[in-house]
T-cell receptor, first 109, second 111 residues
Framework: EDQVTQSPEALRLQEGESSSLNCSYTVSGLRGLFWYRQDPGKGPEFLFTLYSAGEEKEKERLKATLTKKESFLHITAPKPEDSATYLC??????????FGKGTHLIIQP | EPEVTQTPSHQVTQMGQEVILRCVPI?????FYWYRQILGQKVEFLVSFYNNEISEKSEIFDDQFSVERPDGSNFTLKIRSTKLEDSAMYFC?????????FGQGTRLTVV
């Protein structure tokens, strides 16, 4: 059974304070590792897909990386509008995505 | 920008009643999904649909649930006899190839 574990559960940063979110996965036959952003009461918003170890993708202040067991979402010089829950999900043998519980990120001005 | 549209945004229903949640996926997408998220918990896969039939379903998707694509644009989730534990956010998603795009969800409250 595919498993995705995210840490920390919650993270509070000062504006401009860079950090990383972790996603550990156990997936048979990884077809993709996904990062989503979810605002309260909203649906997940797609950020990145990573397919193989060593791959990196960037978008504004976010960079996602992938190893054989983990993925990291690096946030550089975050702003208050980056506050959200960040979800990691894997696509493996099953058709649907397996999600982690998410990291609730708060950026204080 | 194309988006997945879900209606209603909020539905309150009495226990034992049937509900239908509606979704309009992005028009050129081929794969459709329903997920749910109980308050404070992770997003969970319910069912996937491709080529007018269910391709996979989770253990959550029991006989109380059904999906339909009644026409070329709509995709529905029906819960036949709702239970209190069905209260959750229900998300529709669609994808062209690998990335799934989610709707804003329907908050279902069973009372």
């Amino acid at each position: 059974e595919d498993q995705v574990t995210q840490s920390p559960e919650a993270l509070r940063l000062q504006e401009g304070e860079s950090s990383s979110l972790n996603c550990s996965y156990t997936v048979s036959g990884l077809r993709g590792l996904f990062w989503y952003r979810q605002d309260p009461g909203k649906g997940p918003e797609f950020l990145f897909t990573l397919y193989s170890a060593g791959e990196e993708k960037e978008k504004e202040r976010l960079k996602a990386t992938l190893t054989k067991k983990e993925s990291f979402l690096h946030i550089t010089a975050p702003k208050p509008e980056d506050s959200a829950t960040y979800l990691c999900a894997s696509a493996g043998g099953a058709d649907g995505l397996t999600f982690g519980k998410g990291t609730h990120l708060i950026i204080q001005p | 920008e194309p988006e997945v549209t879900q209606t209603p945004s909020h539905q309150v229903t009495q226990m034992g009643q049937e509900v239908i949640l509606r979704c309009v996926p992005i028009s050129n997408h081929l794969y459709f999904y329903w997920y749910r998220q109980i308050l404070g918990q992770k997003v969970e896969f319910l069912v996937s649909f491709y080529n007018n039939e269910i391709s996979e379903k989770s253990e959550i998707f029991d006989d109380q649930f059904s999906v339909e694509r009644p026409d070329g644009s709509n995709f529905t989730l029906k819960i036949r006899s709702t239970k209190l534990e069905d209260s959750a956010m229900y998300f529709c998603a669609s994808r062209p190839s690998s990335e799934a795009f989610f709707g804003q969800g329907t908050r279902l409250t069973v009372v």
